[in-house]
């Protein structure tokens, strides 16, 4: 088989990929209004909930490490058809799990299984494309996923409300019906077979440690990784922080949720308009700007108190440049490594996530009353990516 070139990319494909990518985003966001209402269900602690949402990314960063090796051997379908399948099993268990511990368990596995989606998306179009126009056709796969966490939270927050938290996990199950659907009608294997790397441990491990080595590449992974958990700091804790500390109304939350959403397709357009003028270093680097004036505003939150007018529209510019930073970092590393590209990008979707959730941990250990934790998380988490950016990940 060919390689797919970048014409054959048409504008369904484009709004299949992301709606594809949106999987995860979906597993996460829906139940995010719903996390005290599932607390009370269940008859467990806001902090176990908690867990539910830092397992996911557990599973989901310890995935990658394997689904990025089978989608470099076997092809890049039969990796996301597998993923997907198991993702919709798994989310059958939430749905009737009778208590805390089994959907905690549950949820890892469907965090395994999402893995999938999310490494194969972004080698297929590497297969397609180099650099800032992999960079600038990842921001607008970025622009048709986002519509799922805008409007995710809204819809979670109703289904919640008047049908019960359950109902939430029976949406994944369908919505994962659909994408296997049109995974096995629509997507081409864009891996020729002379191209496929054998499947053995030896090799594996080694292409790891040979990224693991590259200092530039640990650089930019890290910076991706740490951008990344500053908004997971916000997804673990964000709903009780907005809900149980401030007010806001379970069904309302989603509103709030979605200015993070619209300022995320905002700077995701811009990136995807001006990345080819301007270079990935550029793009990152006023990314990391706009992060950290949103960090210095979430901290200025907590020592003055000054409550929800300026935590929301600090989470909005954190949150809004997190795909910026991201698409640009991934875009240079796999550059350097393009015969690898699924190892790759396994490497850095494990970091991303092994540090979000070991973020989201650090959370659950903290007072889930208190609104500090989560503010002085992201404004720790945005100075790292700044960090090791300017000390490592700039010689790319």
């Known amino acids: 088989m060919n390689q797919v070139q970048a014409p054959k990319l048409s504008l369904f494909l484009f709004i299949l990929l992301g709606a594809i990518s949106a999987i995860t985003p979906l597993a996460i966001d829906l139940y995010l209004p719903a996390m005290p209402a599932i607390a009370d269900g269940l008859g467990t602690e806001a902090n176990r909930v908690q867990v539910t949402l830092t397992i996911y990314t557990v599973g989901f960063a310890l995935g990658q490490l394997l689904h990025g090796p089978l989608a470099d051997s076997y092809g890049r379908k039969p990796v996301l058809v597998a ?11 939430c749905t009737f799990a009778p208590n805390i511990d089994t959907l905690i368990a549950v949820r890892a596995i469907q965090g395994f299984a999402g893995a999938a989606a999310a490494v194969v998306i972004q080698a297929v179009v590497r297969d397609m494309f180099q650099r800032e126009d992999f960079a600038r056709t990842m ?94 700091a916000f997804l673990t804790a964000g709903s009780f922080v907005y809900i149980d500390i401030y007010g806001v ?62 935590i929301v529209p600090s989470v909005m510019l954190f949150v809004g440049v997190m795909s910026t930073i991201g698409s640009n970092t991934m875009a240079l590393l796999l550059e350097e490594y393009p015969s690898i590209a699924g190892t790759a990008s396994s490497l850095a979707g494990t970091l991303r996530f092994g540090v979000g959730g070991l973020v989201g941990f650090a959370i659950t250990l903290m007072p889930s009353e208190q609104s500090w934790p989560m503010l002085v998380t992201m404004a720790f988490c945005s100075m790292l990516s700044v960090v090791f950016y300017f000390i490592l990940g700039r010689k790319a």
């Open 249 to 310: 109304a379970p069904e309302h939350f989603g509103y709030l949720f979605g200015l993070n959403v619209v300022t995320l397709i905002l700077m995701t357009t811009l990136n995807g308009r001006i990345v080819k003028q301007k270079g990935s270093h550029y793009m990152i680097r006023l990314g990391l700007t706009i992060q950290s004036i949103a960090g210095l505003g979430l901290l200025s939150a907590w020592v003055f108190d000054l409550g929800l007018w300026v």
């Open 139 to 232: 921001s607008f796969i970025t622009l048709v996923m986002t519509v799922a966490p805008l409007a995710a939270p809204l819809i979670g927050g109703y289904l919640s409300v008047f049908l019960g938290w359950r109902f939430i996990f029976g949406v994944l199950v369908v919505y994962s019906i659909l994408i296997m659907i049109a995974i096995l009608k629509y997507i081409p294997e864009t891996l020729p077979v002379e191209k496929r790397q054998p499947l053995r441990l030896k090799s594996t491990l080694q292409n790891y440690a040979r990224l693991l080595t590259n200092k530039v590449v640990l650089g930019l992974v890290l910076c991706g990784a740490f951008s990344f958990s500053g908004m997971f």
């Open 83 to 93: 993923g997907v399948a198991a993702f919709g099993l798994a989310a059958i268990g």
